[in-house]
């Protein structure tokens, strides 16, 4: 009895289903790009392999060792962008020299946790923005839950439909009901691609780097810089808003630190995980806060069976149909978009920079190769301090002028509140004194 109350302390089914649907997020939704970016480096099977091994024991490795570390869902990813940047930008580049991007960029990551620097940015971020910033990147997940019922209604909306039944009468497995009906709707319906499946396991290939300047301005710093801000900015604001105060620099001194030593496997880029991190730190992963965690490690078990097993395991995953993994991504997101938004739009001082931040991360605009969440923040920010420029004629804190009577505000028989998007924080705002700082 006391091995099965053990066991069940250890693996309790919904840390062990969020870690399952973390890893199954994470590597279908992207893994035919890493793929794309190791062909474009010209890598064989047998390299294909050895970067999954690689990637797969990085993810690990770093999702259980910090989970443990700080007892906090911390949970890794590579880096999508990065991969998608890769795919263009290594056609032509030798592998040997696309290493000694992998270890730049790393080697940088590594440095800007033992500086601190980008600690010190997000702290001073309002906590109102950065779950703005959230929402904004969620917000695909959770709309594609719905597109794709128009796609397959029969795979997308019995997982729905399931999900909701379970949220009433067993909500601790309302995802994992959801995701077992979508695999057996799927495979009812068909749609899963299973011709080039066969089992093997990696041999990891080590490549000598070759830190040739060219490729190190082209690749290695744009590398750097798309995993920071597309990656590691939001997978801080996942964890801020979700009310972990962990420190930012270790964990970014340990991605980095990982990073290198794997880069000559294939590591292209290891970063704290963004998406999948907001299903392991969600109540559906457990009903107490502080065991949360364990979602997050057995995400870093599910990643080293990904490792273990190299190309069969991303085959496999790649293989199962694209609805279902759309479905369960955004059923197992649903709690993480409603509280960030809840969150982004609760204070009345930062409500207008929280929605602009919102909007702009939302539209996945892409300037000088950097993703929405990096100009997405920077629109919120820039509009918070619109709103704080002084009035010329206006005396420092001074009143502003009374805003103007609504038809709703007189049909309600009240009048506005006097807080608002550039108010001074007005008695009335629903966010206690202290707590917009992240």
Same mark, same amino acid.
């Given at each position: 009895?006391?091995?099965?109350?053990?066991l069940?302390?250890?693996?309790?089914?919904?840390?062990?289903?969020?870690?399952?649907?973390?890893?199954?997020?994470?590597?279908?939704?992207?893994?035919?790009?890493?793929?794309s970016?190791?062909?474009?480096?010209?890598?064989?099977?047998?390299?294909?392999?050895?970067?999954?091994?690689?990637?797969?024991?990085?993810?690990?490795?770093t999702?259980?060792?910090?989970?443990?570390?700080?007892?906090?869902?911390?949970?890794?990813?590579?880096?999508?962008?990065?991969?998608?940047?890769?795919?263009?930008?290594l056609?032509?580049?030798?592998?040997?020299?696309?290493?000694?991007?992998?270890?730049?960029?790393?080697?940088?990551?590594?440095?800007?946790?033992?500086?601190?620097?980008?600690?010190?940015?997000?702290?001073?971020?309002?906590?109102?923005?950065?779950?703005?910033?959230?929402?904004?990147?969620?917000?695909?997940?959770?709309?594609?839950?719905?597109?794709?019922m128009h796609g397959?209604?029969?795979?997308?909306?019995?997982?729905?439909?399931? $999900? @909701?039944? !379970?949220?009433?009468?067993?909500?601790? =497995?309302?995802?994992? +009901? /959801? *995701?077992?009906?979508?695999?057996? #709707?799927?495979?009812?319906?068909?749609?899963?691609?299973?011709?080039?499946?066969?089992?093997?396991?990696?041999?990891?290939?080590?490549?000598?780097?070759?830190?040739?300047w060219?490729?190190?301005?082209?690749?290695?710093?744009?590398?750097?810089?798309?995993?920071?801000?597309?990656?590691?900015?939001?997978?801080?604001?996942?964890?801020?808003?979700?009310?972990y105060?962990?420190?930012?620099?270790?964990?970014?001194g340990?991605?980095?630190?990982?990073?290198?030593?794997?880069?000559?496997?294939?590591?292209?880029?290891?970063?704290?995980?963004?998406?999948?991190?907001?299903?392991c730190?969600?109540?559906?992963a457990h009903?107490?806060?502080?065991?949360? $965690? @364990?979602? !997050?490690?057995?995400?870093g078990?599910? =990643?080293?069976?990904? +490792? /273990? *097993?190299?190309?069969?395991?991303? #085959?496999?995953?790649?293989?199962?149909?694209?609805?279902?993994?759309?479905?369960?991504?955004?059923?197992?997101?649903?709690?993480?978009?409603g509280?960030?938004?809840?969150?982004?739009?609760?204070?009345?001082?930062?409500?207008?920079?929280?929605?602009?931040?919102?909007?702009?991360?939302?539209?996945?605009?892409?300037?000088?190769?950097?993703?929405s969440?990096?100009?997405?923040?920077?629109a919120?920010?820039?509009?918070?301090?619109?709103?704080r420029?002084?009035?010329?004629?206006?005396?420092?804190?001074?009143?502003?002028?009374?805003?103007?009577?609504?038809?709703?505000?007189?049909?309600?028989?009240?009048?506005?509140?006097?807080?608002?998007?550039?108010?001074?924080? !007005?008695?009335?705002?629903?966010?206690?004194?202290?707590?917009?700082? /992240?």
């Amino acid at each position: 009895m006391k091995v099965l109350a053990s066991l069940r302390s250890a693996a309790p089914a919904p840390a062990v289903t969020a870690g399952l649907v973390t890893v199954l997020v994470g590597v279908t939704s992207s893994a035919a790009v890493v793929f794309s970016a190791a062909r474009a480096a010209g890598a064989d099977a047998s390299e294909l392999a050895s970067w999954m091994f690689a990637l797969g024991l990085g993810l690990g490795v770093t999702s259980i060792g910090l989970s443990l570390r700080y007892r906090t869902p911390i949970v890794t990813a590579w880096s999508t962008p990065g991969a998608a940047l890769l795919a263009t930008g290594l056609v032509g580049v030798p592998m040997s020299q696309a290493v000694g991007a992998f270890l730049l960029s790393s080697l940088l990551i590594l440095v800007s946790g033992v500086t601190g620097w980008f600690a010190r940015v997000m702290d001073a971020l309002p906590v109102p923005l950065t779950a703005a910033l959230l929402a904004g990147v969620l917000l695909q997940f959770g709309t594609d839950l719905f597109t794709a019922m128009h796609g397959r209604f029969a795979v997308a909306f019995p997982m729905f439909a399931a $999900y @909701l039944l !379970a949220r009433r009468l067993l909500p601790r =497995y309302a995802v994992l +009901a /959801a *995701l077992a009906v979508g695999v057996a #709707a799927t495979t009812v319906t068909g749609g899963w691609h299973t011709a080039g499946l066969r089992l093997s396991a990696p041999a990891p290939v080590f490549t000598t780097p070759d830190l040739d300047w060219r490729v190190l301005l082209s690749v290695g710093i744009p590398l750097y810089v798309v995993t920071m801000t597309g990656q590691n900015l939001p997978g801080v604001a996942v964890l801020r808003n979700s009310g972990y105060d962990v420190p930012v620099s270790p964990l970014l001194g340990w991605t980095g630190a990982v990073n290198a030593v794997l880069a000559p496997f294939g590591a292209f880029g290891l970063n704290l995980a963004a998406i999948t991190a907001a299903i392991c730190t969600g109540e559906q992963a457990h009903p107490d806060r502080s065991r949360r $965690y @364990l979602a !997050a490690v057995w995400a870093g078990v599910f =990643y080293l069976c990904v +490792a /273990a *097993l190299g190309g069969t395991i991303g #085959a496999l995953l790649t293989a199962m149909p694209r609805e279902l993994v759309l479905g369960i991504a955004g059923i197992g997101l649903l709690g993480t978009i409603g509280s960030s938004l809840h969150t982004a739009l609760g204070d009345e001082r930062h409500r207008e920079a929280a929605v602009v931040t919102f909007l702009a991360t939302a539209s996945g605009m892409t300037l000088l190769g950097i993703g929405s969440a990096f100009w997405g923040l920077l629109a919120g920010v820039c509009t918070l301090l619109a709103a704080r420029l002084p009035v010329p004629g206006r005396r420092p804190g001074a009143p502003g002028p009374a805003p103007e009577r609504t038809a709703v505000a007189d049909e309600a028989g009240g009048s506005p509140s006097p807080g608002g998007p550039t108010g001074d924080g !007005a008695p009335g705002s629903s966010v206690p004194a202290g707590s917009t700082g /992240a």
